[in-house]
């Protein structure tokens, strides 16, 4: 951990220092000094405040696109486009990869300062600056409660999902955080149609979890930050991760991993499977 | 007066009388194809159950599943999508998109405890009223069986 906090500030600092970018995204502590925040680092002399440890989770590439996104915002002239370097994790560089795929930005824009752990990602980071070891129990307690709800019946699941989405207050953190909600306008935010209705009762939610969980098929990094920031604790990670699997298991696609891959809603084969369909 | 076995038959059923109870299902038709189709079965006074709903778009790649979950919420027991025969897409590859589409959204139904065969899909070109009657009914007596989709 010491090893990646030294080796993200070194290289902050020369980036910094030969200007060869305007800006880096990192992780600080926070007030607590115990969790940590996005850091925006973009002198040198404030490399220092730059750290890394294991609570360093979120997914930094939210910042890169959007409407205020570092390298797609609409409120800074075109002539003050700014260069980024990012520390990513193993998802950051499956969103980083994605969000190229979706042609989001320009690749020489941005600095990639990769910490990878052995998972495929489609980018050799620019900089390695550290290796981390996979969560595998993190892993197997998703895979463990996948399958405990599939082994339920559909009107089980039914029930566990609706006492799942009725705590859902509609706060939206799950699409603020995610680095693929990046749309002007969200179809949650539209009302003339309102596709989703806003107040809180169990379809609305439900029809707000499942179009959100759906936006993010064959695109979702599995970074599992919607699960994290969700205050209500819905476990979103569950859906994104099964829809994973189906696309998978569909379109062999995984989405960040293959650079050239067309994203599997956005493509198609005249082959596809085709057994539900009269 | 209800006797009291008529009560309990309808509250098992979320307040749903089903010895009389149709199914109600929103049929989301291509403009080119299916909704030719239904039309010819109409012309060829075809008989098909009256629970259809139908729907026009230009293509099949315009459903987008919110329109599938909205219809949900507004009293649809089933969904049909429909168009035309792989291609024959009159934009050539709008129902290859669909197709993905609707494969996924019924995944994500299937896993949120929603029956996927409440989430129907068909190809029912121009010249298949016949086709279409007997999707229509198919569909409905699918689910029918499934019973309401209640809130």
Redesign the interface.
């Known amino acids: 951990m010491e090893a990646i906090t030294e080796n993200i500030r070194r290289e902050a600092r020369r980036l910094l220092e030969e200007e060869a970018v305007d800006v880096v995204i990192g992780y600080q502590l926070g007030w607590d000094g115990v969790e940590t925040v996005p850091a925006f680092v973009d002198q040198p002399a404030e490399v220092d405040k730059l750290v890394y440890n294991e609570r360093c989770t979120h997914n930094l590439a939210k910042y890169l696109v959007g409407r205020e996104g570092y390298l797609t915002s609409r409120f800074r002239p075109s002539d003050q486009a700014v260069r980024v370097a990012l520390v990513a994790l193993p998802a950051t560089l499956r969103a980083v990869v994605a969000l190229l795929r979706e042609y989001q930005f320009d690749r020489a824009d941005l600095t990639v300062l990769g910490i990878v752990d052995g998972t495929p990602v489609g980018l050799e980071p620019d900089v390695e600056v550290g290796r981390i070891e996979v969560d595998t129990a993190k892993e197997e307690q998703i895979r463990a409660q996948i399958d405990e709800?599939d082994g339920?019946s559909?009107?089980?699941?039914?029930?566990?999902?609706?006492q799942q989405f009725s705590k859902c207050i509609r706060c939206y953190a799950c699409r603020q955080v995610c680095p693929f909600c990046y749309c002007e306008q969200c179809?949650a935010d539209e009302n003339q149609p309102q596709?989703?209705e806003r107040s809180p009762s169990?379809?609305?939610n439900?029809?707000w979890n499942?179009?959100r969980?759906?936006h993010l098929?064959?695109r979702c990094s599995d970074c599992g930050e919607c699960d994290r920031v969700c205050p209500v604790g819905i476990p979103l990670r569950l859906?994104n991760s099964?829809?994973l699997d189906?696309?998978e298991a569909?379109?062999a696609f995984v989405p960040g991993t293959d650079p050239e891959a067309e994203p599997?809603?956005?493509?198609?084969?005249?082959d596809?499977?085709?057994g539900?369909?009269? | 007066m209800l006797s009291s076995n008529q009560v309990e038959t309808l509250s098992a059923s979320g307040g749903v009388d089903l010895s009389t109870w149709e199914p109600r299902i929103f049929a989301f038709l291509c403009n080119w194809c299916s909704y030719v189709g239904a039309d010819l079965a109409g012309t060829s006074r075809l008989v098909y159950p009256a629970t259809v709903r139908i729907i026009r778009l230009p293509c099949t790649g315009r459903v987008d599943p919110v329109f599938i979950l909205r219809s949900f919420q507004r009293g649809a027991d089933g969904v049909l999508v429909s168009g035309c025969h792989p291609g024959d897409c009159h934009y050539s590859k709008g129902n290859f998109y669909a197709r993905r589409r609707m494969l996924m959204f019924r995944k994500l139904l299937e896993f949120a405890g929603i029956d996927p065969r409440r989430l129907q899909m068909s190809w029912v070109s121009a010249s298949e009223g016949s086709k279409w009657a007997q999707v229509v009914t198919d569909v409905t007596n699918e689910v029918k069986a499934l019973g309401p989709l209640r809130a």
């Open positions: 709800l339920m559909l009107a089980e699941r039914r029930e566990w999902w609706r179809i596709w989703i169990l379809w609305n439900m029809g499942l179009i969980a759906y098929t064959g859906i099964r829809m189906e696309v569909a379109f599997a809603l956005a493509a198609f084969q005249p596809d499977t085709a539900f369909i009269r």
